[in-house]
């Protein structure tokens, strides 16, 4: 048996709905940018959608996104996966005449 100083218990029967009560935060505080940037989590693992009207606007809600989850993993000492095979990012456009 082992005592936690942070986190949540591995294995244990209430750790799916502890841990959405964690990470609920997560969602309230992009609230003021709704129409830009969207949430979507599974489980443990998690998603984030910006949109903006050009690359420069979803470039600075995508950083945004990420200083806020820097921070507060940071803040609840939580460690991201960041690895090459695990993290991506994936931009999509549409073709509007001359505009790209």
Not at 53 to 71: A, G, H, Q, T, W
């Amino acid at each position: 048996r082992q005592c936690l100083e942070y986190g949540l218990p591995q294995g244990s029967v209430l750790l799916p709905i502890l841990f959405k009560f964690f990470v609920l935060d997560i969602e309230d505080a992009c609230r003021l940018h709704d129409e830009h940037i969207s949430f979507f989590k599974f489980a443990d693992d998690g998603s984030a959608k910006v949109v903006g009207k050009d690359l420069d606007e979803c470039l600075f809600y995508l950083y945004f996104v990420l200083r806020f989850i820097d921070d507060w993993t940071c803040r609840w000492r939580m460690v991201v996966n960041c690895d090459v095979n695990k993290t991506e990012v994936i931009c999509f456009n549409t073709y509007d005449g001359d505009n790209v």
